[in-house]
């Protein structure tokens, strides 16, 4: 059956501004593609990352070399053997899965061998920022469970100034690879003193070996040092968890086996994401049943989601209708 493949940039602001150690964004602009067949029309949607050596130009034209690969039927088994994993890829994977379901008339939760897609409680993100000023956003989230965006050299602060803005709230603490050797320790000893509930990816990937002697209370996780299962490789002596980014997978179809596998080393998962909207959290949510963390907050950081996104009460999001996706 003959297939169309469009492709589309899109722009959306975020509700203020987004910041981590690498930098700020007061916007997010994604990367669509839409499979149509004359049955179904399967959509998919990615967020270009820079740390990655991404472009929204290199993705749109990585998925554009593509065209005639994916209008000539290929599917997804066929897709990682085409293109590496990445942005430009979890888009076509995404909307290959969404065709499948729609074309079917079979969720897609059912496809991915998840019997029931339950609502489930994200983590809600706070921006780097001075002390003070983090603690009062994180007390006027009034979310029970939050991210904490951290990398500078006020960390213990922070840390310190937010568990007392928020006593009763689960705080997960992200460096995103801005700690190091130096100040590790300390950095440890802080999150152990509030309580932190888990660690992400404190050093910076290639770095991972610092953790193998470090005594430690709270869970750490893998993300910026894990993409795909090629990257497993002696992570589960080094970490307890690893962060499942559709982004870095390269879809879905990767996502449920590097989950699987993780599984079967003894590593918990957390399902994660970039900054985009609901049409990139929705197959995301395929792994959320088995996930001890679910960060699925992108929508919840924008200024406006796109129309027919998830819904959201609160921090519990519900599983996505099939207009949206699968």
Sequence with gaps: MQRRLAIAVETYPIAGRFVIARGARTEAVVVTVTIT????????ECVPYARYGET?????????????????GADRE?????????????ALDCALWDLDAKENGVPAHILAGVDRLPAVTTAYTISLDAPDAMAAAA??????????????????ARIAAVRAAVPDATLIVDANEGWSAGNLAENLAACEE??????????????DHLLAARWRDVPICADESIHTRADLDGLAELYDVINIKLDKTGGLTEALALADQAEELGLGIMVGCMVGTSLAMAPALMLAPRARFVDLDGPLLLARDRDGGLIYEGSIVQPPVPALWG
């Design 194 to 207: 509030a309580g932190v509930a888990l660690i992400e990816q404190p050093l910076p990937a290639g770095d």
């Design 78 to 90: 066929r897709l990682t053997h085409l293109m590496p994993a990445g942005a430009a890829r979890n």
């Design 56 to 72: 929204v130009d290199s993705v749109v034209a990585a998925i554009e070399a593509l065209r005639n690969a994916i209008e000539a």
């Design 139 to 156: 007390a006027a989230s009034g979310r029970p469970i939050l991210k904490i965006k951290l990398g500078g050299a006020d960390d213990q």
């Design 37 to 44: 067949t004359s049955r179904a029309s399967g959509r998919g």
